[in-house]
Antibody, heavy 120, light 106 residues
Framework: EVQLVESGGGFFQPGESLRLSCAAS????????MHWVRQVPGKGLMWVSR????????SYADAVEGRFTISRDNAKNTLHLQMNSLRVDDTAVYYC?????????????WGQGTMVTVSP | SYELTQPPSLSVSPGQTASIPCSGD??????VYWYQQRPGQSPLLIIL???ERPSGIPERFSGSNSGNTATLTISGTQAMDEADYYC?????????FGTGTKVTVL
C-alpha cells in the first residue's frame, strides 16, 4: 500500500525549532517530487515547499522562505521539513504530499498530517 | 503573489449539477488541479491537468479551464460529494491553492 506517515508535530513556543519527518512506503521515493502542504484547522490549504527527486532543487512559499528547509533521504525513504524561528501563524496541520510522476504538479498521495501548534 | 478565488460555499440538491468556479489571472494558460476534502480527512486528487480524472474517481466529476476561470462540475451530485473543494495551480515555481468551496448537498 502506498502510504505517507508524518511525525514530529506537537506544541512549541515562538522562536523554537522543530523537524517534521515523513516516512514513505509502497513506492520508490526517489521517483517523485515531494511537497509539504499545511492547513490551519477549519481553513484552507497552503503549499509550503517542494523538493526534486534527487534533492537538487527546492522551492518555498514566501511565508516560510529563509526559515524552513526541506530535505530528503531517498535511501531511508524519508522526507523532512526543518522549521526554524517558529511563529504563531505557523500553527497548522502539516501534510507530506507526493507529486504524481509526469503530472506537472498534481498531488496524488497525502499523508494523514501532523499538527504543529505554536503558542507563547 | 498569485491568487485563486473560489466562492466560499455552494448548495446543490441531490441529482443536480454543481459547478464550482476558480478564478485567477490568465488561469487558462496553466494546468489546474482539483481536490476534494471530506471532514476529518486528507485531501483527495479528483482532477489533474484541467480535465483528467485519476483512476477511481467517478465520471460525474469533470473539469474545464479557459480564460481566467477553471470550473469543476459535479453531475448528478450525491450525498457523499458533500465536502470542501480546492483548485490548485502553479505560478513561478510555487504552488497556489484556491480559497476553497464548501459544497452542501441538501
Amino acid at each position: 500500500e502506498v502510504q505517507l506517515v508524518e511525525s514530529g508535530g506537537g506544541f512549541f513556543q515562538p522562536g523554537e525549532s522543530l523537524r517534521l519527518s515523513c516516512a514513505a512506503s509502497g513506492f520508490i521515493l526517489s521517483n517523485h517530487w515531494m511537497h509539504w502542504v499545511r492547513q490551519v484547522p477549519g481553513k484552507g490549504l497552503m503549499w509550503v515547499s517542494r523538493i526534486k527527486e534527487d534533492g537538487s532543487y527546492t522551492s518555498y512559499a514566501d511565508a516560510v522562505e529563509g526559515r524552513f528547509t526541506i530535505s530528503r533521504d531517498n535511501a531511508k525513504n524519508t522526507l523532512h521539513l526543518q522549521m526554524n524561528s517558529l511563529r504563531v501563524d505557523d500553527t497548522a496541520v502539516y501534510y507530506c504530499v507526493r507529486e504524481r510522476k509526469g503530472s506537472y504538479g498534481a498531488f496524488d498521495i497525502w499523508g494523514q498530517g501532523t499538527m504543529v501548534t505554536v503558542s507563547p | 503573489s498569485y491568487e485563486l478565488t473560489q466562492p466560499p460555499s455552494l448548495s446543490v440538491s441531490p441529482g443536480q449539477t454543481a459547478s464550482i468556479p476558480c478564478s485567477g489571472d490568465e488561469l487558462g494558460t496553466k494546468f489546474v488541479y482539483w481536490y476534494q476534502q471530506r471532514p476529518g480527512q486528507s485531501p483527495l486528487l479528483i482532477i489533474l491537468q484541467n480535465t483528467e480524472r485519476p483512476s477511481g474517481i467517478p465520471e460525474r466529476f469533470s473539469g474545464s479551464n479557459s480564460g481566467n476561470t477553471a470550473t469543476l462540475t459535479i453531475s448528478g451530485t450525491q450525498a457523499m460529494d458533500e465536502a470542501d473543494y480546492y483548485c490548485q495551480a502553479w505560478d513561478t515555481s510555487r504552488g497556489v491553492f484556491g480559497t476553497g468551496t464548501k459544497v452542501t448537498v441538501l
